[in-house]
Each structure stands twice: as C-alpha cells, then as structure tokens.
C-alpha cells in the first residue's frame, strides 16, 4: 500500500512533466476506438447495396490498417516510457540507498503504469464515444445516407478491442522496465544527473561530406520517383523507399555538423549574441536522437503524402466521374457466337441489345432515348500489327505477358460520332484510307501515340489505312469510374461497309441509354426498376441459360461505388495520418522534455554569466523551434516528391486538385503540431525557469 | 584609491517568521580597486550566502551592498542582468562550462551576449587564452580538458569583459594540489598584472595565502581580518591565517 501511495504521489508530482506523455495516450486510445468502431455505427444505417459493400470493405480494411496503427502506438508508447524512465534514474538512486530492492521499485513502476493505463483508457474511451458519434454524422454525410434512424452507440467490441490491445502494449512497458531496472547500479543512477557531453564528438569533416553524400542520394531517389515513375517496377521502388530512409539518416547524422561548421565560417552570425549556445544545443540535441530523427520524420513524409493525397483522390474521383459518366446507363452483349443456330446461345448473340431487352419484356417507356452500336474485330489485326520491330521488344519487356494474337477492337467512324456526341465528348473525322486510335488511359496512350507517330500503316482484308494523326483521340465507349479505355480503332464506313460478316466479325454491341426522368428521385426510382428487371429470375435465367448476358452499369451504381472507394481511402488516410504525426510529434515532445534537466543546467549558467530572461527565452524557442522544424521540413520536401509520384501513379492533375486537400493538410499539421510544439515550449521554458 | 564593492550592515535570513536563522549578520567592510580579497569560514558560516548577495544571485534581507558607487541590492529584472553581465565576472567551484561549446566559443560567449563585435571578440579571447596559457585547449571541449585547464577557461570567461569585480566561489574546491596552484598564479597574474579586482571565497588556507587580505566569517558575523603586509613572504602570511583558523575553534580544523 504504501508503495501504491508512492506511486500516486509520483504521478501527480511529475504530472506536469507527464501531460505530453498522457494526452498522447489519450488521443491515441480515443482514435484506436473511434475508428474500430465504425463497424457498429455504420452498421444502424440504411444503406444501399452497393455503398453496403463499400462500407464492409471499409471496415475491413480499416481493421488491416488497425494493426499497423497498434504497433505504431506501441513502439510510441514503450519509447516514451523508456525515456521517462530514464530521467528518473536519480530518485531510483534515493530509494536505493535507503534499503527498497529493485523488486519495489519495479512494483512503484508497476503501479505508475497501471494507474496511468486505466486513466488514459477510461478517458480515452470516453472522447472516442463521443467522437464516433461524429464520425457517424462524417460517415453518412459522404455515402450521402439519411441521417433519421440515429441512435447513440457504444461500440462493446470496439472497447474490448481497444483495451486488448493497448493493455497488451502497457504488459510490454511493464516488462521492458523492469527489464531497464534490473540493469541499472546504484552508481550509475547517482551519477546520472552529471551526464555530460561525451564522445558524441564527430569530425565535421566526415560531417561535410556526409551531407554531400546524403543530399545526392536523396535527390538521385527523388528524381527516380517524381519524374521516371513509369520505369519504377516493385523491386527499383523498393531500392527508392531504402534509399529514402537511408538518406534521411545519414541527412540527420551529418545535417547539424554540417551547420555548425558553415554558419562557424561566418563569424558575424555565430558570435553574435546566443547564437552559437543555441547552434551548439540543437547540434546536441540532433545528435543524440539521429535514429528517432529519422524515424519521425518518416513518419511526417508518410502523414502529409497519404493526407494530400488521399484527399484528393476523393476529389479527383469525383471530376471524373462528371467526363465518365454521362448517360444514366451502359448495356453490354457478346454477338456472334460461332456455331449452329439451334444452339440457344449462338441464337441470342445474333440479337442487338434492343431486341434482346424487348424478347426480355424490358418497359421501353423508362428509357428517355438510347444509341446502340457495334464494335468488331479482326482475327488477323492483333497486337502485331500495332507494334512492330524495335517498339515490339520495348513493349514485351515492359509487358512480358501480352498476348500478341490479342485482336484490336474496330469501331465505323459515323457509329462513333453517333455516342460520342451522345456522350458530348468530341466527333471524329477520317477520311478514305485512314484510320484513328481513341484511347484515353495514360500508359497505354502513350504506347499508342509512339505507334501513330510510326505512321504505322494497318490492313484490314485487302485495304490498307494510314494513321489520321500522331496522336490518340480522347474518348470511350463504355462509363466507369476512371479513364480506363485501353484503345480502339476507328475506321472509315467503307471499310466496315466492305468487310462486315466476312473479315469483320461483330464482337459485342453497345448500347447507351437515358433515363425518361429529370429529377434525381425519379432517377433513382426508374434505376430501382431497371435492376429489378436485370435481377428477375426469368429474365435472368433466360439470358444466363443461353450464356449471352446483357451486361450493365448505371451512372448511379458507378457513382455510389466510386464516392465509396474515395471515402474508404480519405478514411483511412485520415486514421494513418493523425496516428503518425501523433506519434511523431509526441516522440520529438518526450525527447526534448526528457533533456530538460541536462539544458535546465545549461540554461542556468546563462542566467549567471548575465543573459536576459528574454534572451534566454528566445534562445530557447529557436532551439525548440529548429529541433522540430528541421524533421517537418525534410518531410515536406520529401513529400512534394511522394506527392508527386503518387500523382504521376494515379494520373492526378496536382495543381488542380491538390489545392484544397494540401490546405486542408497544412491547417490540420499546424494545428496537432503547433500544439505539441507549444505544449514542449511551454514544458521547457517552465521547467528552466524553476530555481 | 577608488572603492569598487562597499558592503553596509548587510542581514540575510532564512525561513519565515518565528522559525528563521541569520545566515549573515551585520556584516560590513569594503573593497578597493586591485585588492585580491579572501573570504574564509568553515561550512555554513555564510560565506556563500555573502558572495550570493554581492553577485545578485541572492538578495539581501537588510543592509545595502555597492559595487562602483550603485547600490545593487535595488536593481531588479534586466537591468540586475546587465549588470552581472558588465561589472561582474564569475568563477565557480563547478566550473560551470557550458559542455556543447568548446572552450574558446565558452570564452567568446560573454562578450557575444555584450554584442561586442567579431573581430574584437577574436583579438580578446586570444589576447587572455595566452595569458593564461589554455591556447593549447580553446578548440577542445570540456569533456577533454582537465579541471585545472576548464578552471583556467572558466577564469578567462570571467575577466574577459574586464568587470569591476571577479567573484569566486571555492575556485579550487574541485582541483587537485598542482591545478590549484596553476590557477591561483594566474588569479595572481590577474590581480597583479591586469589589475583586476577579485573577491574569493574558500576554506582552504593554501588558497586564501594568495590573497592580499582575508576576511574571516564565523556564524553569519565577521569574526577577523587579516592584511598581508608588503614584502611579507606567502609562506608568512600562509601561518598567520592558520593561526586565526585554530583561533576560530574546532570548526575548521577539519579543513586543514
């Protein structure tokens, strides 16, 4: 008991210095809860099917992303205890010589960390019950659900998986000191406040050329990221990622040295008033933390690359979902199986669509207007003809699994311009003899376009079509959720008019549709009745019984699909990107406080060789302010090129559509990193002040 | 000659009403420009307290203390700051280095925080290193000095700004018998040569016999005074201060 009270008094003694250290854990129980729990409060939502998949999808990967968060937290969290621990070395020392064993002083510990684990589980538990409720207004808000069936929830399993986990990590504390303990002798905890500077002593030589060395390592791997994206397989991104962090470390090994020793050749700066105390401390400071350095500056990359963009990604969905769906819906059906026609199959794929849904009793009168045409193919015009000589090996290195018997798909020019101006996408025109590839997915685009800029002539039957222009036409036959028309061929009427039924063989017809309604309720209701069509047995087993399906998509289903798949990505951005700059900025707050006593000291000799306060408050704040800026700054410059290869990756627009979501991640870095910032400041500035 | 410290009916308590001690006592004598004065007493008789109070670490409960004609015991914020930062120069028994610099940047630092300029800073702290010979460790850190260079350092720091008054606490309290002897040399080239005024405290009677004069402290009050006259051998005057130290009572034998 009486060491349960020591206990008790420690942790209000040193609560001041401990109010980091417990808000962190506090934030990070309430977050684990907050996002563990969304299983239970989605799960009160009306939500349609397809956003019912997302959801599920969601929660399931949230739960993968959950395990990463944990070991983040945990390492967070037996770190910081482990720091904690160590600046309290003196009043072990204490016990010591008064007679308590190690097993006591571990059991104190034991009880510091068990009364910190409850209240921090207690609280945290408690902000994340009410901040789910918000995140349940967040939820539905972005799947666009009603919000009427809204009850409180208390997610049980959420809770029970919080305090698992994070009782687990708390065991792991435990252990590690008790472990810390057992190590320690009682001279060494006397001599623990006399920790003094020593053999930390780098030639700032080695310094210089060491910041060389990282910088060029550094720039060789952003420029392989940013501006050779392409070219990156998995294992030359891997060799990125290495390089990155190896050149991060070696940045904060060499980084302060090499300050010091530029800023020393300019006299007139170092000299002048605290400035070279402060250069000295941060160099202190950096060197004795170049692993954590490292470690929470790749933290922030990571926070501000996921945050930017996976916000908008949300964003860049969205925009294009406006270009790539512009009709209520896309009916899909193979034609012309070959064979017998008392075969059932063989006979539906003779049928249009249009004749098909009418066989089928499909109400016409839902549908507004539509437009149906027919795309063919030609079993000689493959791959073969579209790539040839140098480009052809170029092509089967990059893509060692083509088919190269894979026939192109051939589309009348006039049936094209008939859907596209259906879609309001631009017409195109050819003339005779020539010939012209849509195409609007980047990588293949580019492959086509070297193609075109080949003059690469092509032959269908006996005539043979030049290339209209050097580069791909933008457009698409079928919606989705992003450009992902791979290319086809748009040749002149003639040609189709020449060859249909012999050389050209019709593959599957197309056909696009309006909805009869303007208003997006009745939109929403004719939708309802379409997919009982497409779901009725009858209709179903007709169509599934003859193996010719007509195949669709609406513009509603694609749209509540892509705003799910951008929600579940923000959302997880979201849980990753606080829990890192968290953890991040947590470690950096415990690593300066947990010096505090070693500059307390440092600080006092100014105070008596006659520096202002003020002064010395300032010296302080650029030291605290270069110590945090320094890895937040790194991260950035990191993440512009993060940024910019997860942009030339997802074929984003970055100046477009990253505005918003990097003002949103600035404001938010701010707001959770200013607070640390001010809250170690503050904790500083305190604790150098005490006399 | 010019006085540089008077200390008038200076009291200092400590504790609060009905449960105080008088650390000093109606303590007053003064100090002229270029005397190297002594201060000895055995453990708490309030030596400290005393040079504390001159050095405006502490403040005084009565009395008033002043350095060059102004009354220190009224100034308060920054300009207490700028004046220890000017008129005073400290050496402590620790040192007190800063451990990130090295020792020439340590030396450095107290004209920089007096915004004195580069090129003079240079020319200064080369000028004292060689007076007291720790050219060979300016570059050096703490950690790689010995006590008796890091105290020699810390001596540089403290005389670099030429302040009215050099104020040590115990300067030998941490060095062995060859430092201290290495140390007190060079507070004597100081006094001597630069003509700098120092006030020391200490309990050591080998240290004290380099002081022109010594003043003797016990329980708060000034118990005697001692002049080294002129000519007269250190190893003289070094007896003379044994005997007021056996005179004191038992109290101090234990230092000897």
């Known amino acids: 008991m009486m060491l349960f009270k020591l206990s008790l008094k420690n942790i209000k003694k040193s609560f001041k210095d401990y109010v980091i250290y417990f808000m962190t854990l506090i934030l990070g129980v309430a977050i684990f809860y907050v ?122 399993q959420a809770a029970v998986k919080t305090v698992a986990c994070f009782g687990i990590m708390y065991l792991i504390v435990i252990i590690f000191n008790v472990f810390t303990i057992s190590r320690y002798k009682l001279i060494d905890l006397f001599h623990a406040c006399r920790k003094n500077e020593k053999g930390r002593l780098k030639s700032s030589g080695l310094a210089v050329v060491l910041f060389a060395v990282s910088c060029a390592v550094l720039a060789y791997a952003y420029i392989q990221v940013a501006f050779h994206t392409q070219e990156l397989d998995q294992q030359k991104t891997m ?65 501000i690359t996921v945050l930017s963009t996976g916000l908008s990604l949300n964003h860049a969905f969205r925009q294009e979902l406006t270009r790539n769906c512009p009709v209520d819906m896309n009916l899909v059906k193979t034609m012309d199986v070959p064979g017998s026609t008392d075969d059932p199959a063989v006979a539906a794929s003779l049928l249009t669509v249009e004749e098909s849904m009418k066989n089928l009793d499909f109400d016409f009168s839902l549908l507004q207007d539509w437009v149906e045409i027919t795309v063919y193919t030609d079993e000689t015009f493959t791959w073969n003809q579209v790539f040839r000589g140098e480009m052809k090996e170029e092509v089967e290195k990059k893509f060692p699994r083509i ?95 020449e060859y249909a039924g012999t050389v050209l063989s019709r593959e599957e017809n197309i056909l696009a549709a309006n ?177 | 000659m010019e006085q540089i410290l008077e200390v008038r009916d200076v009291e200092k308590y400590y504790g609060s009403k009905g449960n105080f001690t008088k650390a000093l006592d109606d303590i007053s004598f003064s100090v002229d420009a270029g005397e190297f004065v002594g201060i000895m007493g055995a453990s708490g008789s309030g030596k400290t307290t005393l040079l504390n109070c001159i050095s405006t670490i502490d403040r005084v409960t009565c009395g008033n203390i002043l350095v060059s004609g102004k009354d220190v015991t009224v100034l308060k914020g920054n300009r ?86 050099i104020l040590a606490d115990e300067p030998t309290g941490a060095l062995d018998s060859r430092a201290s002897r290495m140390l007190l040399k060079s507070f004597e080239y100081l006094n001597e040569s630069m003509k700098a005024t120092i006030l020391m405290v200490t309990h050591d009677a080998f240290t004290a016999s380099y002081a022109s004069r010594i003043l003797f402290i016990k329980d708060g009050k000034l118990f005697s005074e001692l002049r080294r006259e002129k000519e007269e051998s250190r190893k003289l005057f070094f007896e003379k201060i044994i005997d007021v130290v056996s005179l004191l009572g038992g109290e101090l034998n234990d230092v000897i």
């Not at chain 1, 059991?107 to 409720?133: C, D, H, M, P, Y």
């Not at chain 1, 190896?246 to 940045?251: D, E, I």
């Not at chain 1, 894979?406 to 101006?421: D, F, P, R």
């Open chain 1, 239 to 303: 060799l990125m990622i290495v390089l990155g962090c190896v050149g991060t470390f070696l940045m904060f090994w060499s980084l302060s040295g090499f300050l010091l020793k530029l800023l020393q050749r300019i006299g007139k700066f170092y000299h002048r008033g605290l400035n070279a105390f402060v250069l000295r401390q941060v160099n202190s400071n950096i060197n004795t933390a170049v692993f954590s350095m490292t470690i929470i500056c790749l933290l922030f990359f990571v926070t």
């Open chain 1, 403 to 497: 088919r190269w018997d894979g026939c192109q798909s051939i589309v009348g020019v006039s049936e094209y311009n008939k859907l596209a101006s259906y879609y309001g996408m631009p017409v195109c025109e050819l003339s005779e003899g020539e010939y012209q590839v849509v195409c609007d997915f980047s990588s293949m685009e580019r492959l086509f376009n070297r193609s075109l800029a080949d003059n690469t002539p092509v032959t269908i039957g006996e005539t043979t079509l030049l290339p209209r222009e050097t580069v791909c036409a933008d457009g698409f036959l079928l919606m989705n959720i992003q450009n992902s028309n791979l290319g086809f061929y748009l040749v002149p009427d003639s040609v189709i008019a």
């Open chain 1, 515 to 691: 909805y009869a309604a303007e208003k997006k309720q009745e939109k929403k209701e004719i939708e309802e009745r379409v997919k009982a069509w497409m779901n009725d047995d009858a209709v179903w087993r007709n169509m599934a019984g003859s193996g010719i399906a007509v195949d669709g998509l609406t513009k509603i289903y694609i749209y509540d699909s892509a705003v799910g798949l951008s929600s579940v990505i923000t959302f997880i951005a979201i849980y990753l990107g606080i829990v890192f700059l968290i953890a991040g900025a947590a470690l950096l707050a415990l690593k300066e406080l947990s010096e505090s006593t070693v500059n307390k000291e440092r600080y006092a000799i100014l105070d008596k060789i006659g520096v202002d306060e003020k002064q010395k408050h300032q010296a302080l704040l650029w030291q605290m302010g270069i110590f945090f800026g320094l890895p937040m700054l790194l991260a950035m410059i990191h993440a512009v090129f993060g940024i910019l290869y997860a942009s030339n990756l997802l074929n984003m627009y970055a100046e477009k559509d990253m505005r918003s979501s990097l003002v949103f991640t600035g404001a938010f870095l701010i707001f959770v990193y200013g607070g640390y910032f001010l809250a170690t400041y503050m904790g500083s500035r305190r604790i150098i002040d005490e006399k």
């Open chain 1, 35 to 156: 996002f563990n729990a969304m299983d239970s409060q989605t799960a009160m939502m009306r939500l349609s099917q397809s956003t019912k998949e997302i959801v599920e999808l969601m929660i399931y990967m949230l739960t993968g992303v959950s395990v990463v968060v944990a070991l983040i937290l945990g390492f967070l969290i037996v770190y910081a205890s482990n720091f904690l621990i160590r600046r309290r070395k003196k009043e072990f020392g204490i016990y010591m010589t008064l007679g308590m064993g190690k097993r006591e002083i571990s059991r104190i510990l034991l009880g510091e960390t068990i009364l910190i684990g409850l209240l921090s589980l207690a609280a945290g538990i408690g902000i994340g019950v009410f901040a789910s409720q918000f995140m349940s207004i967040l939820v539905a808000k972005m799947f666009e659900t009603d919000m009427s069936a809204y009850t409180f929830i208390f997610s049980r």
């Open chain 2, 80 to 165: 207490l700051n700028k004046f220890r930062r000017e008129e005073l120069g400290f050496v402590f028994q620790d040192f007190n280095l800063l451990d990130t610099m090295t020792a020439y940047e340590n030396i450095a630092l107290a004209l920089s925080i007096q915004k004195v300029p580069v090129r003079e800073i240079e020319k200064r702290v080369e000028e004292i290193a060689e007076k007291l010979d720790i050219e060979d460790v300016l570059k050096k850190y703490p950690y790689q000095m010995s006590g008796g260079q890091k105290q020699r350092v810390a001596s540089a720091r403290a005389v670099i700004g030429n302040p009215k008054l």
